[in-house]
């Protein structure tokens, strides 16, 4: 079955400090898109990052970057010199060959900034 | 970028009526619309797939004359919650797909049922 894990509830890291998001996920499909969403307080869902299976290099997007690791299955989501601002739920999810754009969402982890 | 409009943004009701969210896409036409519901520190979870001009499919378990869909046009999904009772509380959020892009959101529905 396919399946998006996230391992970390929640998690607690000083300004300024990087963080990394744990994402593993589960297919068999040879080709599959990964996407990391964050969502503030305020409910709305903002696309941060995109990996693509066949992609060689790993995705970066200004202070966010995406360790994708295939034969490992995984997609951490690493955010450098992280800000108060990024308090919120980050959501790891999957677009699985043939979806019609349907995701499949992993449970997300809270993310605290402590100033 | 694809813009992805929801309304209301948060609405109170009463116990039995009915509830209408609508999710306009701005700037470009979504054939396909999504429906998610999110319960309180919880991961999305997927009610619905809107298509426009036909009827729309249903994930397993949800009840599809509790949350009616409708996607009369190629901008415009609704979804009404009908006979509304405080378990209908929720988050609800709609997608759509916009080409090879990722899926753009609107802000979501924060319904409440006293």
């Known amino acids: 079955a396919q399946k998006i894990t996230q391992t970390q509830p929640g998690m607690f890291v000083q300004e300024k400090e990087a963080v990394t998001l744990d994402c593993t996920y589960d297919t068999s499909d040879p080709s599959y898109g990964l996407f990391w969403y964050k969502q503030p307080s305020s409910g709305e869902m903002i696309f941060l990052i995109y990996q693509g299976s066949y992609d060689q290099q790993n995705a970066t997007e200004g202070r966010y970057s995406l360790n994708f690791q295939k034969a490992r299955k995984s997609a951490n989501l690493v955010i450098s010199a992280s800000q108060l601002g990024d308090s919120a739920m980050y959501f790891c999810?999957?677009?699985?060959?043939?979806?019609?754009?349907?995701?499949?969402w992993g449970a997300g982890t809270k993310l605290i900034i402590k100033p | 970028g694809a813009v992805v409009s929801q309304h209301p943004s948060r609405v109170i009701c009463k116990s039995g009526t009915s509830v209408k969210i609508e999710c306009r896409s701005l700037?470009?036409?979504?054939?396909?619309m999504f429906w998610y519901r999110q319960f309180p520190k919880q991961s999305l979870m997927l009610m619905a797939t809107s298509n426009e001009g036909s009827k729309a499919t249903y994930e397993q378990g949800v009840e599809k004359d509790k949350f009616l869909i409708n996607h009369a046009s190629l901008t415009l999904s609704t979804l009404t919650v009908t006979s509304a009772h405080p378990e209908d509380s929720s988050f609800y959020i709609c997608?759509?797909?916009?080409?090879?892009?990722?899926?753009?959101f609107g802000n979501g529905t924060r319904l409440t049922v006293t």
């Open positions: 700037d470009f036409q979504a054939t396909t």
């Open positions: 999810a999957m677009r699985p060959m043939d979806s019609n754009y349907q995701l499949i």
């Open positions: 997608s759509a797909p916009w080409g090879n892009t990722p899926l753009h």
